[in-house]
């Protein structure tokens, strides 16, 4: 009996992907893993729901969300753009970290994390909104709104909630243009 393979082709972090021979029934965290040798993606519950697992999936009209890794399958991304958390520092050419996004720097400086386990679905939740709120700035009354409500599906179990939210906040604050009316 053999397993049945599938040809997928992706891009990933800006990188055309060369094409991965995977089992059919392959789970897109571990092309990530054991293709592709992306290991900042992390499996938490391996039932989509912790949400430890997301990667950002870029669509053709401009706009990002989040996909959970453990519970879809790598064809799914056959011929899509996703980012992994690996994408959101800037490197180097010998590929060492030079930069952190606003994002992962307000992480840092909020203590954002405790094992960190949760921290790449995180991350990459408040990517997708910081980019949701450039093209539909919101206002200042609605920031705790719009923070709680784009990261309540995502489960931390160390309870790193209320430094998250903060390490949002603060990333949205400084970020020109996410604000009506505000001045940074």
């Not at 040798?37 to 870029?58: E, K, S, Y």
């Amino acid at each position: 009996m053999s397993i049945k393979t599938i040809t997928v082709s992706m891009t990933i972090n800006g990188a055309a992907g060369r094409p991965f021979d995977v089992p059919e029934s392959l789970m897109m965290i571990d092309l990530l893993h054991e293709y592709a040798n992306l290991t900042g993606t992390r499996l938490g519950c391996g039932q989509g729901i912790c949400r430890a697992c997301v990667v950002i999936l870029d669509n053709d009209n401009g706009r990002s969300e989040e996909i959970r890794t453990c519970i879809t399958g790598a064809a799914y991304f056959n011929g899509r753009k996703i980012r992994t958390v690996e994408a959101h520092a800037t490197r180097n050419e010998a590929g060492e970290v030079t930069g952190l996004s606003t994002v992962q720097q307000k992480f840092l400086e909020n203590y954002g994390f405790q094992c960190g386990y949760c921290t790449p679905g995180f991350v990459n939740a408040a990517t997708v909104l910081i980019e949701r709120l450039k093209r539909e700035p919101i206002e200042a009354s609605q920031i705790e709104t719009v923070v709680t409500d784009s990261l309540n599906d995502h489960i931390c179990r160390c309870t790193g909630y209320v430094r998250y939210h903060q390490a949002v906040k603060e990333a949205i604050l400084a970020t020109p243009g996410l604000v009506k009316g505000a001045h940074t």
